[in-house]
């Protein structure tokens, strides 16, 4: 498949790193344009993926037209491909511009809207996507293998739950790193040195992300193989619930929603 990239930022080129190491395109069948020339050229030395000079030239043929600008960027580059990309299906990874202000200024009717995570950029994303009926069936499998090469991928069968997924897994990794950073400092208030406090806090969410995945067993079921009748882990989560710990998570989810509702203009019925 053709891909037209329109910016060639951290998640521009999780991209093309991600569709050519799974194989979905060849570096030959990639085009990239970004405002700086020199991304451009990284790019393009980096993977031996096609430059492009103008975004016009980028899309110029492609099957799907990638726009990975950021928000406040994309009047001006849809400006540049309006009504410019012939028979391309529209991926768009911008937080907050809906899929009737692509299909406007984009004047088509073959739209794809997608919510990935920052993990996306080392092959371990979340990416949650909804298309328009103009996207055809064999274009749906195409974003399928586009966005399943950066983790994994979940179609939606309505805009509305984009601003969810912004909330939950695309804001997400933040939740996470600030955790890791709170278990580090806790490590280090009892009396560990820096270094293995953040060894053992990094690990440990790691691992037991991978523990979860791998029995596939509900988190519950795997909390309570940890927490002994009256030991330390239940004295922990004492603590976790006397500080209101699943409020704070929820607050936070839906704080993130909320904001995504309201960058893109409000509810999505």
Same mark, same amino acid.
């Given at each position: ?16 790193? /991600? ?169 280090? #208030? ?10 053992? /806090? ?15 067993? #509900? ?51």
């Amino acid at each position: 498949m053709n891909i037209g990239l329109i910016g060639g930022g951290a998640m521009g080129e999780a991209i093309v790193s /991600a569709v050519i190491g799974a194989k979905v395109a060849s570096p030959a069948q990639i085009r990239v344009f970004d405002v700086i020339g020199e991304r451009v050229r990284q790019l393009g030395a980096a993977y031996g993926a096609g430059m492009a000079e103008t975004p016009e030239q980028a899309v110029d043929g492609a099957d799907f037209a990638i726009m990975a600008v950021k928000p406040q960027d994309y009047a001006k580059a849809a400006q540049a491909v309006s009504g410019r990309l012939g028979g391309a299906t529209v991926i768009s990874i911008m937080a907050g511009v809906t899929i009737e202000q692509l299909t406007s200024a984009l004047k088509t009717d073959a739209v794809v809207r997608s919510m990935p995570n920052t993990p996306a950029q080392i092959g371990q994303g979340m990416t949650v996507w909804t298309a328009t009926a103009g996207v055809s069936d064999a274009a749906r499998d195409g974003v399928r293998q586009i966005l399943g090469a950066m983790g994994k991928e979940a179609f939606v069968p309505e805009e509305k739950y984009l601003d969810m997924a912004t909330g939950l897994s695309g804001s997400g990794p933040a939740y996470v790193f600030l955790f890791i950073e709170a278990l580090t400092d806790a490590g280090v #208030h009892i009396g560990l040195s820096r270094d293995l406090a953040a060894t053992m /806090a990094l690990q440990t969410v790691l691992g037991s992300a991978r523990y979860a995945e791998a029995t596939g067993k #509900h988190p519950a079921e795997l909390r309570n193989q940890v927490t002994s009748p009256g030991g330390t882990t239940a004295e922990a989560l004492r603590a976790f619930e006397a500080g209101s710990f699943r409020s704070d998570v929820l607050e936070a989810v839906v704080a993130a929603y909320e904001k995504s509702k309201a960058l893109g203009g409000g509810d999505k019925k």
